[in-house]
């Protein structure tokens, strides 16, 4: 099992450029997050899935838009990147929207914004 | 709006000592409550979770819950430098969905 595999690792983007961070699990989990991490800002959540067909926004979700393609997939999508959106961004995976469910985390994408 | 706090640190340990990380949380309704580590440019690493007061122990770890305080802990027995990352706090429930995370706090072991 690969558990949350992310891609790119790295990305530079140009302001106003567009791109989409892709996300998959293999662990057959209902539930998917997007997360971005600021030096000094801790994680903070973007977007989520509860299940496949459903998307909710989180605590920061302007500027971003989320696609859950499957219930393997969730992609993040950046229509007009900005600097203010440098940051690392991770996807995370659970069985289920309780509050005791446990995320996992895929490794990250390194995302500047020039 | 629920928020975690935590000490940022450094917190500087000896090696063999007890580390013991610091957690407090605002919304009495949160439920759940997790512990997590993360080395320098890698990703939360899950290493313990606690639901109910008191203590909960797996290997050299120990959660603690005080929910009355709505204080969390977790000891790290026998610090190794291994263990030197930044901890993570992070907790579920009380009508927010995710995980609302501190700011975490960066543990060194010296050896």
């Known amino acids: 099992n690969a558990g949350v595999t992310q891609t790119p690792k790295f990305q530079v983007l140009k302001t106003g450029q567009s791109m989409t961070l892709q996300c998959a699990q293999d662990?057959?989990?209902?539930?998917m997050y997007w997360y971005r991490q600021d030096p000094g800002m801790g994680l903070r959540l973007i977007y989520y899935s509860a299940s496949e067909g459903t998307t909710d926004k989180g605590e920061v979700p302007n500027g971003y838009n989320v696609s859950r393609l499957n219930k393997r997939e969730f992609s993040l999508r950046l229509e007009s990147a900005a600097p203010s959106q440098t940051s690392v961004y991770f996807c995370a995976s659970g069985w289920d929207r309780r509050p005791t469910d446990t995320q996992y985390f895929g490794p990250g994408t390194r995302l500047t914004v020039l | 709006q629920k928020e975690v706090e935590q000490n940022s640190g450094p917190l500087s340990v000896p090696e063999g000592a007890i580390a013991s990380l610091n957690c407090t949380y605002s919304d009495r309704g949160s439920q759940s409550f997790f512990w997590y580590r993360q080395y320098s440019g890698k990703s939360p690493e899950l290493i313990m979770f606690?639901?109910?007061?008191g203590d909960k122990e797996d290997g050299r770890f120990t959660a603690q819950l005080n929910k009355a305080s709505q204080y969390v802990s977790l000891l790290i027995r026998d610090s190794q430098p291994s263990d030197s990352a930044t901890y993570l706090c992070a907790v579920g429930g009380g009508g927010a969905d995710g995980l609302t995370f501190g700011k975490g706090t960066h543990l060194i072991i010296q050896p």
């Open positions: 662990m057959n989990h209902n539930s």
């Open positions: 606690i639901y109910s007061n």
